[in-house]
């Protein structure tokens, strides 16, 4: 955020907080209400055809139910003759409930979950033709069977129905939106249905009385000729080598009765994150501020580090190309072994100063989001278990080393974890070859607003 | 005073951002903040915060028991682990209020949720009549849990145990699977007997390690606790009290206290296991009726009409019906309580042929939470309800829907009377829903027929300055 607030006021320009709010601002908002009921059920089970026996998961069955919000509150403003949807707000919780059974050898075993559905709640998008689809389920961690043998949140991308909505019968006299039916699924070594109860009503759209969108300027050109800040840089810019390494993490079931939910009890096994990239860039720019306190104060307000001399740093990293891929290899109950491995995301790369050091942390996403969904179809710790509220690894460049030609960072990490029924330790290692492309020098004169 | 208590709703929101937006920091919070169950008129001596993190679990496992009734209850081949996971987060509130001289200390621990692997979960086993074995699977979120302590006078003991507000044990074992009552288990849930200096200090882990047993209503086992807290540092909070010469708007309150005269009436779900679903909880082909006959008379409801003190005393009695005219502007009414738990949840269910042991149980509903609203020149009453943080007011012993499925997120039942009703010492409200529901396995219907009585206990008003 605040290298996005230097970044307009070094501009001088005007940011907007939405593009949909300034274009139509001046229009009223108006409402409409959500309600819904029914759920959708997935079911799954072990099929030799689609290979379950290759990966010890043709005596598991499972279920998940997923029941949506009942209400919830959309928004809308005016866009020609259709309706943009600005906003939405929930009424009640989405719930979904994983339940997976496992017979065969080491079972019968049965794991169940409530999934974390906070950020899940229904949405409304443009679609083609001045039409709106809604969708009854819009979630960060996509649905998945948890930390259960089941399809993998991105089995279970499309699972949820979705509907056109006409922004003309909705502005006459709402909609009723029939999302029931049944199909087939297919998710990894499982076959299984998709069933749908659902039912959705829109209530007509009604006039708020709280009126329209406000414009919320971020930074804007300075009034009276505003603040100078005078500031001396010296860039140096480094090109990241392909970079691959892993994170590895033994686990086993938690002593009992932390296990007994996730059929995670006698269960060994081991998961091993593995980054491929095909490399970033790190810009480390060195800077000075002229002037006295008010223009360090100023500067460090933009995001610079500056200390008292005026002399400060700002980095910044970013990986590009390639997945962090998850394998995995556990046996539930002491029983048969699952092995599967699944692509995932690249993890961030964030650079940051601190203590003459430039620190990067690989996937400081994950220690906000709770992990996410990256998880194979064999029962296991999910990564936000495996990591808990740290980053995937991190590591440190001296400060006094930037200039180099060639340099090597290490991003390492290595811990104890215990949550979601699994115990185990973690350990990565992945090694940042940086080689230097650029140097810069200027001076340049900021106007602050 | 009042002023407490019309923020006392708002009491865990604000104890969270206190926590979060100063504890955390190692600073004090500036903001308002309010005893947790201090009574209106407490003198706030002391509020601290702090934050916890927990760890492990509290487990269930209980079987069928002949000696306490299993053949009877139908659950002789029952067996089953029930575990409740707290969320990865929580707070402490720590409070120090003086009532009419007496001193009273209180400790508050509530767990963030839903978080990683929180919640509570069934792997419940079922011995069927042709030898097989049947398995419930279930999970449930968010699974509330809360420990308090009450320390009266100057005592530095406290034993925080699993409890509520309405005396209820404050833990959630609701599924879909069978299982003991909380009832059953409340005298074996964990607790931790510690210092108020050292939680004080924070920076310290309590141990609520446990194994107990329990035998009740069929069903016997243990209870093992795994539960630790591990506490931060403690921060001194605002307890948002000010002096009768502090600044602020002049405000007049107008409070309407209600005595419980009875709550009577009935409410049936019909259960039908079906559905893709069923197969996971066990629940193909169960069918017959959970029916609530919450009953009481005792529990005290209030309805609070707030404005601006230029606003006459007439003008709010008006606002909640004790006098005729229209409801002002600038006046807001907001209303509620808590009915303390009585009078029976029955279950009766039973399996098609050749399943020969139905299962059938009797226990006490929970509390139920009633919302008063007044809109458009009525009153409305909406009585308990799935989501209504109390618990669950269709739970049994036996399989069955929980009252989320049933309910979604609306009331046990609804009703309203006229604003003008509220001018007679006894108000009636028949209270009353009927609606079809089919998820998570089951399906069926549910009717509500009940009866509130409430009898006007007093009428009080107050002018007062504040934020």
Known sequence: MRRLLALSVACGGIAWASAAASAAAAHPMLESTLRTSGDVTVTWHGDTARGCAAMGLCDVSGALTFVPAPTASFDFQRAGAGLSPVGSSGSGFAGAVVRVRRDGAGGPGSCSEALDLEDAGPELFPAAGGALQLSLGGFQRGLSSGRCAGPTAADLADVLPVAPVDAARLLARGARLDLSGRRPLVAGPFSGEVVSSLVAVLSPLRRRGSGGVRRIRVSQRPRNGGRRLRVATRSVTYRILPVSGTSTSPFAGAPAPGCEPFDACATTGTTTYALRSTGGTLVVTRVHVFGGAAARRLARRLGMSVSADGAGAAVFATLRGGTLGVSESVRPGGGTECRDDAPGELPSLDAALAGGEVRLTLGEYYAQSGGGPLRTHCPGPELGDVLGDAPLASGALSLRSVGGRSLVVGLRDSARFSAGGYTGTRSASFDLRLRRTRVSHSTRTLVVG | ?467
């Open chain 2, 1 to 467: 005073m009042r002023r407490a208590r019309r923020d006392a709703a708002c009491a865990l929101t604000v104890v969270a951002l206190a926590i979060t937006a100063g504890a955390a920091h190692g600073q004090s919070s500036s903001g308002g903040f309010i005893v947790i169950g201090a009574p209106g008129d407490a003198r706030v001596l002391e509020q601290r915060a702090l934050t916890v993190t927990p760890s492990g679990a509290v487990a269930v496992s209980f079987h069928g028991d002949d000696p306490t009734g299993c053949r009877a209850a139908g659950s002789c081949g029952v067996s089953g682990t029930v575990v409740w996971t707290p969320g990865s987060s929580g707070f402490v509130s720590l409070a120090r209020y003086r009532v009419r001289g007496k001193t009273t200390s209180e400790v508050s621990v509530l767990f963030a949720g839903p978080g990683r692997g929180a919640g509570v979960t069934a792997a419940v086993r079922r011995r069927a009549p042709d030898g097989t074995t049947q398995s419930c699977a279930d999970a449930y979120a968010p699974g509330y849990g809360s420990l308090a302590a009450t320390i009266h006078g100057d005592g530095d003991r406290a034993r925080i145990r699993f409890t509520t507000g309405d005396g209820t044990p404050g833990l959630d074992l609701t599924t879909r699977c069978a299982g003991p009552a909380l009832a059953d288990v409340a005298g074996v849930l964990p607790s931790v007997t510690t210092s108020l200096r050292a939680l004080r200090r924070g920076r310290l882990t309590l141990s609520l390690a446990s194994d107990r047993s329990f035998a009740a209503h069929g069903l016997a086992g243990t209870v093992v606790s795994t539960l630790s807290l591990r506490l931060g540092r403690s921060a001194a909070v605002s307890t948002g009290q000010r002096s009768p010469s502090s600044a602020g708007a002049r405000h007049r309150s107008l409070q309407v206290d209600f005595d419980v005269a009875r709550l009577e009436g009935a409410a049936t779900a019909t259960v039908g296991g079906t559905g893709p679903g069923c197969s996971l909880l066990d629940a193909c082909g169960l069918t017959g009726t959970v029916t609530a006959r919450p009953s009481a008379t005792h529990g005290r409801l209030e309805l609070l009409a707030l404005a601006p003190a230029r606003v006459s005393g007439a003008r709010l009695r008006a606002a909640v019906g004790l006098r005729p005219g229209a409801r002002p502007r600038g006046v807001e009414v907001v209303g509620g309580g808590i009915i303390p738990r009585g009078g029976s949840v029955t279950a009766a269910l039973s399996r098609p042929p050749p399943d020969d042991a139905p299962c059938s149980d009797d226990t006490v509903p929970a509390a139920a939470f009633v919302s008063l609203v007044v809109t458009g020149g009525r009153l409305r009453v909406d009585l308990g309800g799935g989501q209504d943080g109390l618990a669950d007011p269709l739970r049994t012993r036996c399989p069955g829907p929980t009252s989320a499925d049933v309910l979604g997120a609306a009331p046990l039942a609804s009703g309203s009377v006229p604003l003008s009703a509220l001018r007679h010492a006894t108000v009636t409200v028949d209270l009353a829903r009927s609606a079809a529901y089919a998820t998570g396995g089951y399906r069926g219907d549910f009717h509500a027929a009940l009866r509130l009585v409430l009898r006007r206990r007093s009428v009080t008003e107050h002018v007062y300055r504040g934020g």
